[in-house]
């Protein structure tokens, strides 16, 4: 592997190494789901790290669609993200626009619940995630994205906890494509330790 330029099994290896060691917590645990859970994952610690969101990024990105305008998210956990693979896309020379949804209407000026630089309506979106659960917070990203007319067929995520997201995602006629599941993360911190 050229350390300058990796493969992206050696990214995605790195970055499994990574969640596991910061960003997987195991305990007693209420998910933004409602759900209890022994298992927490927040990302923030890697997208918000250099190396984690190069490796987020560069993963994403090659799962973009070239007929994709832009990449959007639910901010918190998405803003990083959708940072992230913007910029590297344009150091790829691909135009590619970024959106924050936010979770609740501007309370002034225009009252707009997305930022960035709106493409055409028709324009195809990916939308970004970082933990999917139940998929809530994908879909209410989905929900205001296609409402501004958008088409929007898949969400990336980082990884899936395998608690009904995909089978949500399947339902909103949605793609959901995630570089982890929770037990690989859980196995890989269990390998650590």
């Known amino acids: 592997m050229n350390p300058l330029n990796p493969s992206s ?3 995605k290896e790195n970055l499994l190494t990574l969640l596991a060691q910061k960003a997987y917590r195991f305990g007693d645990f209420s998910l933004a789901s409602g759900k209890k859970s022994s298992h927490y994952v927040n990302c923030k610690p890697v997208s918000l790290s250099g ?8 993963l994403f990105l090659k799962q973009i669609n070239e007929r994709d305008s832009g990449v959007a998210g639910l901010t918190l956990g998405a803003d990083p993200l959708v940072s992230g693979v913007v910029i590297l896309a344009a150091q ?14 501007k309370g002034h000026g225009t009252g707009a619940w997305l930022e960035g630089p709106l493409p055409p309506k028709g324009s195809v979106i990916t939308v970004l995630e ?8 994908s879909l209410k990203a989905v929900e205001q994205l296609r ?21 949500a995602m399947t339902k909103a006629d949605l793609e959901l494509n995630s570089l982890f599941f929770l037990k690989e993360i859980v196995e890989r911190a269990n390998s650590l330790q």
């Not at 190396?51 to 560069?58: A, D, E, K, N, Q």
């Not at 790829?92 to 209407?105: F, Y």
């Not at 990336?156 to 995909?166: F, Q, S």
């Open 147 to 167: 409402n501004q007319g958008y088409l929007v067929k898949q969400v990336l995520a980082i990884v899936d906890r395998e608690e009904g997201g995909l089978d």
């Open 130 to 137: 970082d933990v999917v659960t139940t998929g809530g917070s």
């Open 92 to 105: 790829s020379g691909i135009d590619l626009n970024g959106l924050i949804v936010r979770k609740e209407p």
């Open 9 to 11: 099994d050696g990214i």
């Open 51 to 58: 190396p984690g969101l190069l490796s987020i990024s560069s």
